[in-house]
């Protein structure tokens, strides 16, 4: 594995850092406290060509790869972790169909995020079913030529927002055994004519027939400008072309994704612990106790080091797992959740120990590490809690 970044990687990484620059860190603390959804952001993003990284060259003209991937998502996440997701969930959301769908399929779902800035979201999670998916009772029915889709997911990212929806389900019955992954398009919710934050439920007729409820969005501690909500699906009437792949092979699907997501969960985290870092080390060189600067103090400076080093490891995770899925390595899963628990322990550890070496400031909202400290948390959460990671890690190595 080579280091240097080859001439591309590094446009991608000098274009992001400039955009989060200009376009993000100056406005996102206002943007926080409102809790407004960056519209423009994602709209530049996608003008930039940084949106929708996982589609291949076959309908976007041109491929990405993973490890470019990676530092295009800890780049943009270095400016907030929230938009990051957001632009992150498109991908979750349009990999499956990428790795396992059709030509047909292909260009049906995944032209339209081509020829404009358009939202997706992956419905995996549900109310009863977080860690273990096996519990999911959404479901698909047989209906004539086609299925009934019917079920709840909770936690959806981009959901008041979306124009497509991925969505895992049992096959028959909540109760089978098998699991499909099926798309379903509805009404383009375009950055042109969603000035508008959503605060309320929504409803969304299918084209096919049956609806989609939107729930209010969540009010989340952290990451605020990521859209997040319940969706119900009643009734929606699926065409056998939506169906991705087998329809019993949902489960290989979600763990081919996630094996993809992970990393980039972990470039999100891996972002964030080199922005409370940078943050840091500047207050602590403005700010003077007992007639030196903080930094020069042996014992704050212990801590920066640690911080430091958490980065630089987790970056180092980041790198081999980002490497390993690109590479289609047997052993990806395993470096896949190693990275994302090493990143989310250096955001968590340099958000917290950032926050103390600001003292009581790093306890006002109108300072960055506080943001920081709310944004960490999800990230030890989301696409699988450490313990899952654990667990994974363990099968593989024993």
Known sequence: MDFNLTDNQQSYVDTVRRFVRSEITPHVMSWDREHSFPWGVIRKAWDL??????????????????VSTALIIKELSYGDTGISTSAMCNDLANAVIAQHGTDAQKEAFLRPFVEGPLL????????????????????????????ILNGQKCFITNASYASQFTVFCKVGKPTGNFMACVIVPVTSVASDDAGQTYSRSKEIATPEGGKIVVGKPEDKLGQ???????????????????VIGDRRLGFK????????????????????????????????????????????????????????????FA??????????VQEKSPDRGLYASLAKNAAAEAALFCANEG??????????SEYEISKLARDAHIIDIYEGVREVQDMIIGREIV
């Open 49 to 66: 060509g940084i949106l929708n990284l996982s589609i291949p060259a076959s309908v976007k003209g041109f491929e990405i790869d993973v």
């Open 120 to 147: 997706a979201s992956f419905c995996l999670t549900e109310p009863g079913a977080g860690s273990d998916n096996s519990a999911m009772t959404s479901f698909i029915r047989k209906s004539g030529d086609g299925y």
């Open 224 to 242: 605020r400008l990521s859209n997040t909500a319940a969706v119900t699906f009643e009734d929606v009437v699926v065409d056998g072309s939506q």
């Open 253 to 312: 699907y979600i763990v081919d994704v996630l094996d993809y997501a992970r990393p980039m969960v972990a470039a999100i985290g891996v972002g964030l612990a080199r922005r409370a870092l940078d943050v840091t080390m500047e207050y602590t060189k403005e700010r003077k106790q007992f007639g030196q600067r903080i930094c020069d103090l042996p014992v704050a400076r212990e801590s920066l080091v640690k911080m430091w080093k958490r980065v630089e």
């Open 315 to 324: 970056d180092l995770a980041l790198m081999k797992a980002a490497f390993k």
């Open 355 to 364: 926050l103390h070496l600001h003292g009581g400031y790093g306890f006002m």
